[in-house]
Structures are given as structure tokens and as C-alpha cells.
């Protein structure tokens, strides 16, 4: 077996062996406080209420889920949503 098939191989193996190993964890604060947002509620999410926002309720992510929009289900307690209605105005706050 020449020497670039065996490192073909071990390549191999080795990505097969990461695709089983546990994500890291995203750069995003451990805690969010969805209450503290409350005063966004009813202002238009522009980019820097948005960012406001996040910072405000300490998370280390946020997201805007407009209606009907998939979204991925994925609970990140760090993660700030902002659900807004059709004229993207913030309707209310949650974490996760």
C-alpha cells in the first residue's frame, strides 16, 4: 500500500471521527433576560435596537423571527429572540 493511500485512509477516518464529536459550544453569553427588553417591545427592529437589545438583556446572541418564518428549534439559553410582527415592529422577547 503506497504511503499517500494510507494517508488517504487515516484522513478519512478522522473526518468520520469528528462528524461524531460534540459541537462546540457557540460564543454566547450563558444567561439571557428576556424581561429586561420590555421597553423595545412596540419599536421597530432596526438594527442598532436590535443590538440594543441584546445587549441589554446580556445575551450573547440574538435573532429576529418575523411571522410564519421557519426557524431551527435549537434551545441556546444565551440567545436573545426578538418576535416581530409584519411591520417589524418587536412584539415580545424570549430566550433560548
Known amino acids: 500500500m503506497s504511503m499517500s493511500i494510507r494517508l488517504l485512509g487515516l484522513s478519512a477516518t478522522a473526518l468520520l471521527m469528528s462528524a461524531c464529536a460534540t459541537p462546540a ?4 453569553a450563558s444567561t439571557c ?3 429586561a ?3 423595545y417591545v ?6 442598532a435596537v436590535v443590538e440594543a437589545a441584546r445587549m441589554k438583556a ?5 435573532r429576529t423571527l418575523k411571522p410564519g418564518q421557519m426557524v431551527t428549534m435549537e434551545y441556546l ?3 436573545l429572540n426578538l ?3 409584519a411591520d417589524n415592529e418587536i412584539i415580545r422577547a424570549t430566550c433560548g
Do not use: C, E, F, K
Open 37 to 39: 427588553v420590555t421597553p
Open 25 to 28: 459550544t457557540p460564543p454566547s
Open 42 to 47: 412596540g419599536q421597530v427592529a432596526t438594527p
Open 77 to 79: 439559553d444565551g440567545r
Open 58 to 62: 446580556g445575551a450573547g446572541l440574538v
Open 33 to 35: 433576560n428576556a424581561g
Open 83 to 85: 418576535h416581530v410582527d
